[in-house]
C-alpha cells in the first residue's frame, strides 16, 4: 500500500512508462473506462508457467469514454469530461496511463491539452494524423476521413514537445495510413517526418485480419536513421501473439476495448435473464455475489 502511494504521485507515475519500455521485451496496455476496470487492472495477477504476468498500464480510449456514455465516438465528449474520468481512474491506480487524444484538437487549445494531462500525471499522449469530423478507425466505410498533412501534423508534434515541461510525458504519432488504403510507402515517410518533428513513439494503426502490414512497417522503419520504439493495436489481428509482435520490433501493446467489449454481452444477459424468469435466482451462479465488489473495494482502502 505503501509503494503504491507513492508510485500514484503524478512524477513518479509519469516516468514509469517510459522506465517500463526501456527495461521489458513489450509493455501491455489494457483499456480502461471506468474506476471500476482500473480497480480490476491494478490488482490482476496471473501465474502462467511459474512467472507472474500483469498488465503494466492503462489505455484511456476516447471510444470508451463515448461508449459507456451512450454517445457516438465523434469526439461528442468533451475533454473536461474525459478528464474528469482519468482523475476517477488516477485515483485507483498506480499504473502509468496512455491517453488516446484523438487528433489533438484545436492546435491553439494543444498546449492546454498536454500541460494538463502532464501535471495530472499520464505517461503518454496519442495523436493521430486524421482531420475533420471523426470517424472510427475500425469502420469499414472511411468516406470523409481525410488525413492532416505531413507539415500540418508535424507541426502539432512539434508543438505538443514543447509544451511539455519534462520529456517524461511521452508524445505518440499515431499513423492513420493503412486505414485509409495509403500504402507502406506513406506511412513510413510519415513515420520518419513524425519522429523528426518530437515523436517519441510511433504507432502504426490498421484494421487488417492479420499483422501483415504492421509488420512490414515495422521491417521498413527499423532501416530509418529516424527509428523510434513502435506501438500497435492489434484489435483486428487478434490472433496475433505478443512474441510474434516482440519478434518484429514492438515496445508496446494495446488493447484498445476488450474490456468495454465484455460488459455489453454480460449485462445484456443478466437482463434477459431476469426478464424470462421473473426473477434474479437463474442469473446468480454467473454474476459476482455483492460480497466479493464490497471486498474488492474495500481492499483498495
Same mark, same amino acid.
Given at each position: 500500500?505503501?509503494?503504491?502511494?507513492?508510485?500514484?504521485?503524478?512524477?513518479?507515475?509519469?516516468?514509469?512508462?517510459?522506465?517500463?519500455?526501456?527495461?521489458?521485451?513489450?509493455?501491455?496496455?489494457?483499456?480502461?473506462?471506468?474506476?471500476?476496470?482500473?480497480?480490476?487492472?491494478?490488482?490482476?495477477?496471473?501465474?502462467?508457467?511459474?512467472?507472474?504476468?500483469?498488465?503494466?498500464?492503462?489505455?484511456?480510449?476516447?471510444?470508451?469514454?463515448?461508449?459507456?456514455?451512450?454517445?457516438?465516438?465523434?469526439?461528442?465528449?468533451?475533454?473536461?469530461?474525459?478528464?474528469?474520468?482519468?482523475?476517477?481512474?488516477?485515483?485507483?491506480?498506480?499504473?502509468?496511463?496512455?491517453?488516446?487524444?484523438?487528433?489533438?484538437?484545436?492546435?491553439?487549445?494543444?498546449?492546454?491539452?498536454?500541460?494538463?494531462?502532464?501535471?495530472?500525471?499520464?505517461?503518454?499522449?496519442?495523436?493521430?494524423?486524421?482531420?475533420?469530423?471523426?470517424?472510427?478507425?475500425?469502420?469499414?466505410?472511411?468516406?470523409?476521413?481525410?488525413?492532416?498533412?505531413?507539415?500540418?501534423?508535424?507541426?502539432?508534434?512539434? /508543438?505538443?514537445? *514543447?509544451?511539455?515541461?519534462?520529456?517524461?510525458?511521452? =508524445?505518440?504519432?499515431?499513423? %492513420?495510413?493503412?486505414? +485509409?488504403? @495509403?500504402?507502406?510507402?506513406?506511412?513510413?515517410?510519415?513515420?520518419?517526418?513524425?519522429?523528426?518533428?518530437?515523436?517519441?513513439?510511433?504507432?502504426?494503426?490498421?484494421?487488417?485480419?492479420?499483422?501483415?502490414?504492421?509488420?512490414?512497417?515495422?521491417?521498413?522503419?527499423?532501416?530509418?536513421?529516424?527509428?523510434?520504439?513502435?506501438?500497435?493495436?492489434?484489435?483486428?489481428?487478434?490472433?496475433?501473439?505478443?512474441?510474434?509482435?516482440?519478434?518484429?520490433?514492438?515496445?508496446?501493446?494495446?488493447?484498445?476495448?476488450?474490456?468495454?467489449?465484455?460488459?455489453?454481452?454480460?449485462?445484456?444477459?443478466?437482463?434477459?435473464?431476469? /426478464?424470462?424468469? *421473473?426473477?434474479?435466482?437463474?442469473?446468480?451462479?454467473? =454474476?459476482?455475489?455483492?460480497? %466479493?465488489?464490497?471486498? +474488492?473495494? @474495500?481492499?483498495?482502502?
Amino acid at each position: 500500500k505503501k509503494i503504491n502511494l507513492i508510485q500514484s504521485n503524478s512524477d513518479l507515475r509519469r516516468n514509469k512508462l517510459l522506465r517500463l519500455i526501456n527495461s521489458k521485451k513489450i509493455t501491455r496496455l489494457l483499456e480502461s473506462h471506468n474506476s471500476l476496470s482500473a480497480l480490476i487492472i491494478e490488482k490482476l495477477k496471473v501465474d502462467v508457467n511459474n512467472v507472474t504476468e500483469e498488465f503494466d498500464g492503462l489505455w484511456c480510449s476516447s471510444l470508451a469514454d463515448s461508449a459507456v456514455r451512450a454517445k457516438p465516438d465523434n469526439q461528442s465528449v468533451d475533454l473536461t469530461t474525459r478528464v474528469n474520468s482519468l482523475n476517477d481512474i488516477l485515483e485507483i491506480s498506480s499504473k502509468p496511463i496512455m491517453f488516446d487524444a484523438d487528433n489533438g484538437g484545436v492546435i491553439e487549445q494543444l498546449p492546454y491539452v498536454v500541460k494538463n494531462l502532464e501535471r495530472l500525471g499520464v505517461s503518454a499522449l496519442v495523436m493521430e494524423d486524421k482531420v475533420g469530423s471523426k470517424k472510427n478507425s475500425l469502420f469499414d466505410d472511411q468516406t470523409g476521413s481525410k488525413q492532416d498533412t505531413i507539415p500540418n501534423f508535424c507541426k502539432k508534434l512539434k /508543438l505538443a514537445a *514543447k509544451s511539455r515541461v519534462t520529456k517524461d510525458l511521452l =508524445i505518440v504519432a499515431r499513423i %492513420e495510413s493503412f486505414i +485509409l488504403n @495509403k500504402g507502406l510507402a506513406d506511412a513510413v515517410k510519415r513515420a520518419n517526418a513524425y519522429s523528426k518533428s518530437g515523436a517519441d513513439l510511433i504507432l502504426i494503426h490498421s484494421k487488417a485480419k492479420t499483422a501483415k502490414e504492421v509488420f512490414s512497417f515495422a521491417k521498413s522503419f527499423k532501416r530509418s536513421k529516424y527509428y523510434k520504439p513502435l506501438v500497435c493495436v492489434p484489435s483486428t489481428y487478434s490472433n496475433t501473439h505478443e512474441k510474434e509482435l516482440i519478434k518484429n520490433g514492438f515496445k508496446v501493446v494495446i488493447y484498445a476495448n476488450h474490456l468495454l467489449r465484455s460488459i455489453y454481452p454480460a449485462m445484456l444477459n443478466t437482463a434477459k435473464s431476469i /426478464l424470462n424468469n *421473473k426473477k434474479s435466482k437463474n442469473i446468480e451462479d454467473s =454474476i459476482s455475489s455483492v460480497k %466479493e465488489i464490497i471486498s +474488492l473495494i @474495500k481492499k483498495n482502502d
